[in-house]
Nanobody, 116 residues
Framework: QVQLAESGGGLVQAGGSLRVSCEAS????????MGWFRQAPGKEREFVAT????????YYEDSVKGRFTISRDNAKTTLYLQMNNLKPEDTAVYYC?????????WGKGTLVTVSS
C-alpha cells in the first residue's frame, strides 16, 4: 500500500506562486495515476489536476488551467503541483492522490492559504 506525504504548503499573497510536493513510498510509483485534489473550508473535496501513469496525459480543473502545472519525477517518486497567480479562492488543504486498479490512496494534505 502506497503512502503519500505532502509538503510545501504555506501562506502566500494573491498573485504569488507556490509549489507543493507529494513523496510516495512505493518504488512502483510510475505505475500510479497521480493527482491533486483540494478541500476548502466548508466545502467538499474537489479535483484539481491529474497525470496519467502511462500516457502522461494531463487534466486540469477549469479554474486552474493556465495557472497550475502538475508534474512527476518517477525517479524521485515525487509528484508536484506548481501554482502560479494564486487567488484567495485557491485557499484549501491540498491532497495528493494515487490511483491504481481502481483503488485510491490519499495523503494527509498540506494547507495552502492565499491572502488578498
Amino acid at each position: 500500500q502506497v503512502q503519500l506525504a505532502e509538503s510545501g504548503g504555506g501562506l502566500v499573497q494573491a498573485g504569488g506562486s507556490l509549489r507543493v510536493s507529494c513523496e510516495a513510498s512505493e518504488r512502483t510509483f510510475n505505475m500510479y495515476t497521480m493527482g491533486w485534489f483540494r478541500q476548502a473550508p466548508g466545502k467538499e473535496r474537489e479535483f484539481v489536476a491529474t497525470i496519467h501513469w502511462n500516457s502522461g496525459n494531463l487534466y486540469y480543473e477549469d479554474s486552474v488551467k493556465g495557472r497550475f502545472t502538475i508534474s512527476r519525477d518517477n525517479a524521485k517518486t515525487t509528484l508536484y503541483l506548481q501554482m502560479n497567480n494564486l487567488k484567495p479562492e485557491d485557499t484549501a488543504v491540498y491532497y495528493c492522490n494515487a490511483k491504481m486498479n481502481g483503488i485510491n490512496y490519499w495523503g494527509k494534505g498540506t494547507l495552502v492559504t492565499v491572502s488578498s
